[in-house]
DNA sequence: GTGAAAGCGCTAACAT
DNA sequence: ATGTTAGCGCTTTCAC
């Protein structure tokens, strides 16, 4: 059996309402008495129980999050900023991995629910009527990183999905490239497939260039969807001179399909990729990308939860983060140079 | 306000006991009320409390994990397979990630005991004194993962990393190489610092090959690293013509150091990596490496300690999981063929 | 300064 | 088959 607070008590010879004082820091408690309470503790090893603490405080210090995929590096990232802040706060998070199963986000928006979490984040956007159902009715602040569901109600911490786009393929354009492929995401995403796909394709039109859509195809952001999709691309009679995949891993992808058809990165094919993830730095030639803020994202996210949590006025709209291209070495100026 | 059972049980006309029965599926409730009830949790959109639940029943479904670095992929591989065994016997879990720090760690552990979390999966073996005493004070079931610490009383899955690096380097060595390098871990690891380290040294010796001091670094498992301890082993005066790194992201480090020395993986240098990551087929050439059973090893972690939460017998022993070479192109054969 | 007692929201005897 | 009631381990008035 555990030791409780009642034993604590009696081994130190007072009430349980003066170890709870000194459990909790308050004054008015002589000194003598907070060292025999302290030394019970030590000796009992006691650990009050946050549970029944709060059922009375009403308080649980949980914050539920929602996470597409664990073992992507991109929502690793974040999730790992976010639970910096988070303990930085004592506020401990309750973490589950929906990998497209949306009954799994339904049943867990339950056990948060059940759990009393005082907040939940959720980083994907392909929500269903049901659970649009039910997070309205949860009373509990809920916030979206790095995805922007077809919502008013709540707020998103994300980039300019659309500008970054258009930015990443304008940069294309600026190097010189005439013929430009595309490898979106998932056109029911709104943030990174929709938005994304919106900045290319006006990118290009504002710049004169013709779509071909020949050389425009959609993965679902995996290294393995970049390189199928990419083959596709590689597969038509004339390929584009430079290609922008909507995600790193894509991206990569991309880049060892056009290698194994034994062409070149950049020389024959320019590759951009989207996200900014550890990976840009890692293969070679190394990628040049459309980088995401993704440890501030994550921050940000856990600290406006945590305003709104306390009580405090939020903006309430979508708080967007600066994109930022970095150019690495995956992309090649096709302009005459003097 | 929360809406709570009494509630229900008004609106319902029943009382807070039938409320309960519906709630936990017990027979003896006539269909009508059961109905009723249900009608009342719907239109109220009650929740019941988990807090209050847990309070009294002595169980709380929450098992704490402590991983050491969230934004590796080797970890969030390993969690999100605990994750899903966890979700699928509707235990949630506690996430902590302490990044080498080891205070954080302390602080969670106390956390975790106060939470009254029925079971610790810990998966790195830097833990001082303080930490040891604590550990063993709690009665909570603790297991470790991917890594053993010095310390009989808990139990670890893991694979032979002794044999695992002997078997590494044995390949090698059957390829051909005279001279193999290696990029080492901590050496305050016992699991991935000394033990492969062994492994790779008795291999060594025992094929009449010496160990080049020169050749002998260590690193932090990290990209970089791999790519400074590289630079290191090429600045010597005759380079070896293998290196094996005990983590794929060293090795990849190690990769992309050669190439920036204008030498050729595998061609002039072959490259060995440790850990079997999405890395290896992302790379190119794709690396050549010692694979542990990353998804398996999570899975059987969290088995493990569901039966040990449960009061079955477990194995008093550590659970060695198989590892497996998987050769791909980054090692070459130096042999004459004929 | 310290303690007695009520109560947080639920479950589980026990009674009916 | 349903309801009454006593706790689960803590905090927090309120009284002394």
Redesign the interface.
Known sequence: M?VKIKDVAKLAGVSVTTVSRVLNGEKYVKDDLKEKVNRAIEEL?Y??????R??VR?K?NLIGVIVP???S?FY??I??SI??VA?ANDF??????I?EDID?ELK?L??F????VEGIIIMHEKINEQIRTLIH?I?IPVIFSSVKPMDQKFISVIVDDYQAAYDATQYLIELGHESIGFIGGDMRDITSGQNRYSGYRNAMSESGKKLVYEHIRFGDYK?RSGYDQMHEILSTKNPPTAVFAVSDDMA?GAM?CI?DHHLQVPGDISVMGFDGS??T????PTLTSMEQPIHQMGKVTMDVLLKQIAGDMIPDEDIVLEHRLVARESCQNRKQDF
């Open positions: 555990q090893g650990a009050p129980s946050q549970i029944a709060s059922l009403k649980t995929d664990l073992t590096s690793s990232t999730l790992s639970e910096e303990s401990n998070l309750l973490v589950c991995n990998s799994k867990y339950t056990v629910q059940e759990m009393r009715k009373k290294v990569v060892n290698r550890q990976l730095e890692l293969v070679r």
